[in-house]
């Protein structure tokens, strides 16, 4: 799999190639109140006429310098860790992925990479014709479709992925209407395992719990992300109970120069999604298992531990704790990497993975992340010793 996150990524350095081409770094400050007007959109509600925000020229080359690499890095990093839990998809043919509410489809940028060294037939489609020119000079062989998603009706069993970037609340307020079109969606995933639909969403109160419900209504379809069991969130009636994912992002000169006015942070990108298989598709690995965790909060030093908020496969949110003694620097350094977001089985043995404080604390002397190597024999030896 290719990396994604790095700004050199192909999809990334398409993007800023494509948007200096219409606005070299000298005019940025050209752009400097489009991207930041766009802001103020997305972030303090959606006007009227919302829809035609792509239409302009320079609307467009702001969006992809400024939104659409976050986009990418969003969808990137949501796609590495959902696929890391699913078994491969078929080979001898090209996966076909859908970009529903596309903008310049960085969303299909992002899982090109991703997904390669596979090949895409990607479908985008939106309704604004200026987005959909775009689209066609950043993704050679695509197909564009114009349409407004509320009518659109994408053909049954056909698509290996579909994605719907921060455009699912935009077309879809109304709750019924949303619900019938998820339904439409995951009934155009095709029969091959591992077919998955995808939507990100702003990280805020109102979606989380949103897509939340969604997929409760959606029960005969797999749940891949972000939670690893079906039991209600336990997260919810918390404070600070938003479930979402946190990515680190190293963004490029342009999104540097145009959020420097807009005093936003790009170093990383936050987001609520969902990701749901195909009716009776296959579990991904750790679901409802009770020694499998999602990380919901940052991983922390405290004394003599490492500390973080997770929610485990049992549907339980807990304080999880690392003894820090039996680490080496290079493992602390690299479980303080680990990000919002990230799934791990509980490692070491079995009389480390402990729960405490009337099971509100789980203690484990290891996590073993699902984009890490599985256990060797000589791990599995320790285990089975363990166990005796
Ligand atoms: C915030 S942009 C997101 C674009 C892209 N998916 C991304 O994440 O960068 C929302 C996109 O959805 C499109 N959109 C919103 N409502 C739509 C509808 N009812 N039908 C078709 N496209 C729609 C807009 O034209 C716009 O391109």
Not at 154 to 159: K, T
């Amino acid at each position: 799999m290719t990396r994604c996150d790095e700004p050199t990524a192909p999809g990334l350095a398409r993007l800023e190639a494509w948007g200096l081409a219409r606005c070299p770094l000298r005019d940025l400050p050209r752009l400097e109140p489009i991207a930041a007007q766009l802001t103020q959109a997305f972030t303090d509600g959606r006007p009227a006429a919302f829809h035609s925000y792509l239409d302009a020229a320079d609307a467009l080359t702001a969006y992809a310098l400024t939104f659409a690499p976050q986009t990418y890095a969003r969808v990137a990093a949501a796609l590495t860790g959902i696929l890391a839990r699913l078994p491969a998809f078929p080979e001898g043919r090209p996966l076909r992925v859908l970009d529903l509410g596309c903008g310049l489809g960085s969303a299909t940028l992002a899982a090109r990479d991703c997904l390669a060294p596979r090949t895409l037939a990607p479908t985008c489609v939106d309704w604004s014709a200026a987005a959909l020119q775009a689209v066609t000079e950043l993704i050679p062989g695509v197909r564009t479709q114009r349409a407004d998603l509320r009518a659109f009706v994408p053909e049954r069993q056909a698509y290996d992925l579909i994605v719907v970037s921060f455009a699912f609340n935009e077309a879809f307020p109304d709750p019924i209407a949303a619900e019938a079109a998820l339904r439409r969606w995951v009934d155009a995933l095709t029969p091959d395992a591992p077919a998955f639909l995808l939507i990100l969403e702003p990280a805020d109160r109102a979606n989380a719990p949103r897509l939340h419900a969604l997929a409760r209504e959606l029960a005969d379809c797999p749940i891949y992300a972000p939670c690893p069991h079906r039991a209600p969130c336990p997260l919810f009636p918390a404070r600070d109970g938003v479930c979402h994912d946190v990515r680190r992002f190293r963004p490029a000169r342009p999104l540097i120069l145009l959020s420097r006015k807009i005093r936003r942070t790009v170093s990383d990108v936050k987001f609520a999604l969902l990701a749901l298989g195909r009716p009776g598709g296959p579990e991904a690995e750790g679901f409802g298992h009770p020694d499998f965790l999602r990380l919901t909060g940052p991983m922390d030093k405290a004394k003599g531990v490492l500390t973080c908020r997770v929610c485990m496969g049992d549907g339980a949110s807990r304080r999880l704790e690392i003894p820090v003694a039996a680490l080496s620097a290079e493992r602390r350094h690299a479980l303080l990497g680990r990000q919002r977001g990230d799934c791990a089985w509980l490692d070491g043995p079995l009389d480390t993975r402990k729960r405490l404080v009337a099971d509100t604390v789980q203690r484990a002397a290891d996590l073993r992340f699902t984009d890490e190597p599985p256990p060797t024999l000589d791990d599995l030896d320790d285990f089975a010793f363990s166990i005796d």
